[in-house]
């Protein structure tokens, strides 16, 4: 079965950074879009990052510039490289798998992805 394992989260002051992985298995992972979503206190799960099986990224407008999402195909293991981080990042952070039928312009929406790992704690302080 398809299998998400999050690492890397952890507490750090603003202006810092983290990076973030996620172990895949139990599917072709090399053909797979991979995503990066994130859900603060009291907040909605929203969109940070996505990667697609022929390596075009995406990004929220919240963290261009800051955040660089990666995938190692040899190794099955997606990353997230969070710099300059701002309190407003502190959330769990979530990798999850795009559904094959998704289309470029919903890669941006929960609905999207099919699977989802559990999600590591990112905790930024000013």
């Known amino acids: 079965e398809v299998q998400l394992q999050a690492y890397g989260g952890g507490s750090v002051q603003a202006g810092g950074s983290l990076r973030l992985s996620c172990a895949a298995s139990?599917?072709?992972?090399?053909?797979?879009?991979m995503g990066w979503f994130r859900q603060g206190p009291g907040q909605e799960r929203e969109f940070v990052a996505r990667?697609?099986?022929?390596?075009?990224?995406g990004y929220a407008d919240s963290v261009k510039g800051r955040f660089t999402v990666s995938r190692d195909n040899a190794q099955s293991t997606l990353y997230l490289q969070m710099n300059s981080l701002k309190p407003e990042d502190t959330a769990i952070y979530y990798c999850?798998?795009?559904?094959?039928?998704?289309?470029?312009?919903?890669?941006?929406?929960?609905?999207?992805?099919?699977?989802w790992g559990q999600g590591t704690l990112v905790t930024v302080s000013s």
């Open positions: 999850a798998v795009a559904r094959r039928s998704a289309i470029l312009s919903s890669l941006r929406l929960p609905t999207s992805y099919e699977n």
């Open positions: 139990g599917f072709n992972f090399k053909t797979y879009t």
């Open positions: 990667i697609k099986y022929d390596h075009n990224t």
